[in-house]
Protein backbone atom coordinates (compact mmCIF):
# COMPACT_ATOMS: atom_id res chain seq x y z
CA UNK A 1 0.00 0.00 0.00
CA UNK A 2 1.04 3.56 -0.64
CA UNK A 3 1.99 6.28 1.93
CA UNK A 4 -0.82 8.25 2.68
CA UNK A 5 0.35 11.59 0.96
CA UNK A 6 -0.54 15.12 2.08
CA UNK A 7 -3.62 16.12 -0.34
CA UNK A 8 -4.09 19.11 1.56
CA UNK A 9 -6.25 21.05 -1.07
CA UNK A 10 -7.93 17.86 -2.18
CA UNK A 11 -9.20 17.50 1.79
CA UNK A 12 -10.06 21.14 1.58
CA UNK A 13 -12.06 21.40 -1.27
CA UNK A 14 -13.80 18.12 -0.01
CA UNK A 15 -14.85 19.22 3.48
CA UNK A 16 -15.84 22.84 2.13
CA UNK A 17 -18.65 20.56 -0.30
CA UNK A 18 -19.47 17.94 2.78
CA UNK A 19 -20.56 21.16 4.62
CA UNK A 20 -23.20 21.69 1.82
CA UNK A 21 -24.21 17.74 1.68
CA UNK A 22 -28.03 17.96 1.88
CA UNK A 23 -28.29 14.15 3.43
CA UNK A 24 -31.70 15.00 5.69
CA UNK A 25 -31.97 11.03 5.24
CA UNK A 26 -28.99 9.19 6.48
CA UNK A 27 -27.51 12.11 8.63
CA UNK A 28 -24.45 10.75 6.96
CA UNK A 29 -22.57 13.65 5.34
CA UNK A 30 -19.63 13.05 2.64
CA UNK A 31 -18.08 15.21 -0.05
CA UNK A 32 -15.44 13.99 -2.40
CA UNK A 33 -12.72 15.69 -4.31
CA UNK A 34 -11.38 14.84 -7.77
CA UNK A 35 -7.95 16.11 -9.36
CA UNK A 36 -8.62 15.83 -13.01
CA UNK A 37 -6.05 15.34 -15.38
CA UNK A 38 -5.28 20.11 -15.49
CA UNK A 39 -4.26 19.78 -11.74
CA UNK A 40 -7.78 21.44 -11.45
CA UNK A 41 -9.66 20.08 -8.35
CA UNK A 42 -13.71 19.47 -8.38
CA UNK A 43 -15.67 18.67 -5.27
CA UNK A 44 -18.92 17.76 -4.63
CA UNK A 45 -21.25 16.43 -1.51
CA UNK A 46 -23.87 13.62 -1.79
CA UNK A 47 -27.36 14.47 -2.55
CA UNK A 48 -30.48 12.77 -1.53
CA UNK A 49 -33.71 12.44 -2.20
CA UNK A 50 -37.01 11.52 -0.56
CA UNK A 51 -37.02 8.65 -3.37
CA UNK A 52 -34.43 6.80 -1.84
CA UNK A 53 -32.82 5.33 -4.88
CA UNK A 54 -32.19 8.58 -6.34
CA UNK A 55 -30.02 9.81 -4.00
CA UNK A 56 -26.50 10.52 -5.58
CA UNK A 57 -23.41 9.96 -3.70
CA UNK A 58 -20.87 12.43 -3.33
CA UNK A 59 -18.38 10.80 -5.55
CA UNK A 60 -21.03 10.83 -8.29
CA UNK A 61 -21.89 14.25 -8.01
CA UNK A 62 -18.00 15.26 -8.14
CA UNK A 63 -17.95 13.32 -11.35
CA UNK A 64 -20.42 15.38 -12.91
CA UNK A 65 -19.16 18.45 -11.52
CA UNK A 66 -15.40 17.32 -13.18
CA UNK A 67 -16.51 16.32 -16.78
CA UNK A 68 -19.12 19.49 -16.57
CA UNK A 69 -16.12 21.78 -16.03
CA UNK A 70 -14.29 20.27 -18.79
CA UNK A 71 -12.13 17.73 -17.22
CA UNK A 72 -11.52 13.99 -18.58
CA UNK A 73 -9.20 11.86 -15.95
CA UNK A 74 -9.08 11.64 -12.65
CA UNK A 75 -5.37 11.78 -11.28
CA UNK A 76 -5.86 11.63 -7.64
CA UNK A 77 -9.48 11.26 -5.45
CA UNK A 78 -10.47 11.70 -1.88
CA UNK A 79 -13.74 11.11 -0.02
CA UNK A 80 -14.43 12.73 3.61
CA UNK A 81 -16.90 11.94 5.99
CA UNK A 82 -17.04 11.25 10.00
CA UNK A 83 -14.82 8.27 10.75
CA UNK A 84 -16.66 8.00 14.22
CA UNK A 85 -18.46 5.26 12.28
CA UNK A 86 -15.69 3.89 10.16
CA UNK A 87 -13.58 4.34 7.81
CA UNK A 88 -14.98 6.13 5.02
CA UNK A 89 -14.62 4.67 1.67
CA UNK A 90 -16.34 4.51 -1.66
CA UNK A 91 -19.10 2.60 -2.03
CA UNK A 92 -19.15 -0.14 -4.65
CA UNK A 93 -21.34 1.64 -7.64
CA UNK A 94 -18.63 4.44 -6.63
CA UNK A 95 -15.74 2.31 -7.04
CA UNK A 96 -16.95 1.52 -10.71
CA UNK A 97 -17.84 5.02 -11.43
CA UNK A 98 -14.79 6.20 -10.61
CA UNK A 99 -12.87 3.37 -12.74
CA UNK A 100 -14.33 4.93 -15.64
CA UNK A 101 -11.95 7.90 -15.34
CA UNK A 102 -8.86 6.99 -13.26
CA UNK A 103 -6.07 4.45 -13.81
CA UNK A 104 -5.67 1.97 -11.18
CA UNK A 105 -2.68 2.93 -9.66
CA UNK A 106 -4.36 6.08 -8.84
CA UNK A 107 -4.85 6.97 -5.26
CA UNK A 108 -8.08 7.17 -3.46
CA UNK A 109 -7.43 9.37 0.00
CA UNK A 110 -9.98 7.98 2.33
CA UNK A 111 -10.43 10.71 5.08
CA UNK A 112 -12.10 11.65 8.06
CA UNK A 113 -12.81 15.65 9.67
CA UNK A 114 -9.76 15.66 10.59
CA UNK A 115 -7.23 14.10 7.89
CA UNK A 116 -6.48 12.14 5.74
CA UNK A 117 -6.33 8.04 7.36
CA UNK A 118 -5.32 5.42 4.78
CA UNK A 119 -4.34 6.13 1.18
CA UNK A 120 -5.34 2.76 -1.41
CA UNK A 121 -4.95 3.05 -5.09
CA UNK A 122 -8.29 2.12 -7.17
CA UNK A 123 -6.94 -1.29 -8.24
CA UNK A 124 -6.88 -1.99 -4.39
CA UNK A 125 -10.43 -1.28 -4.19
CA UNK A 126 -11.84 -2.38 -7.03
CA UNK A 127 -9.45 -5.24 -7.76
CA UNK A 128 -10.39 -7.69 -11.22
CA UNK A 129 -12.61 -4.90 -12.76
CA UNK A 130 -14.00 -4.30 -15.97
CA UNK A 131 -13.49 -0.92 -17.55
CA UNK A 132 -13.43 1.59 -20.70
CA UNK A 133 -10.74 -0.11 -22.44
CA UNK A 134 -12.60 -3.94 -22.68
CA UNK A 135 -14.97 -1.23 -25.01
CA UNK A 136 -13.10 1.28 -26.85
CA UNK A 137 -10.43 0.91 -29.01
CA UNK A 138 -9.37 4.46 -27.79
CA UNK A 139 -9.42 6.22 -24.42
CA UNK A 140 -12.14 8.61 -25.75
CA UNK A 141 -11.85 12.83 -25.17
N1 LIG B 1 -22.36 7.98 0.38
C1 LIG B 1 -21.50 8.70 -0.40
O1 LIG B 1 -21.75 9.88 -0.69
N2 LIG B 1 -20.37 8.10 -0.83
C2 LIG B 1 -20.04 6.80 -0.55
O2 LIG B 1 -19.15 6.27 -1.16
C3 LIG B 1 -20.76 6.10 0.52
C4 LIG B 1 -22.14 6.58 0.73
C5 LIG B 1 -23.60 8.62 0.81
C6 LIG B 1 -24.83 8.09 0.13
C7 LIG B 1 -25.89 8.46 1.12
O3 LIG B 1 -26.28 9.80 0.89
C8 LIG B 1 -25.18 8.39 2.46
O4 LIG B 1 -23.79 8.41 2.18
C9 LIG B 1 -25.51 7.15 3.26
O5 LIG B 1 -25.33 6.01 2.50
Redesign the pocket.
Known amino acids: MPPAGSPDDLLAAALAARARTY?PY?G?A?G?ALRDEHGRVHAAP?V?NAAYPQ?Q???ASAIGVLIGAGGRRIVEAL?VADAAAGLP???GA?RQRLREFMPLDGLVHLAGLGGVIRSVTLGELLPLSFGPEFLLKETPR
Do not use: L, R
Request: proline share 6%; glycine share 6%.
Open positions: SSYVANEGCAEVTPCC
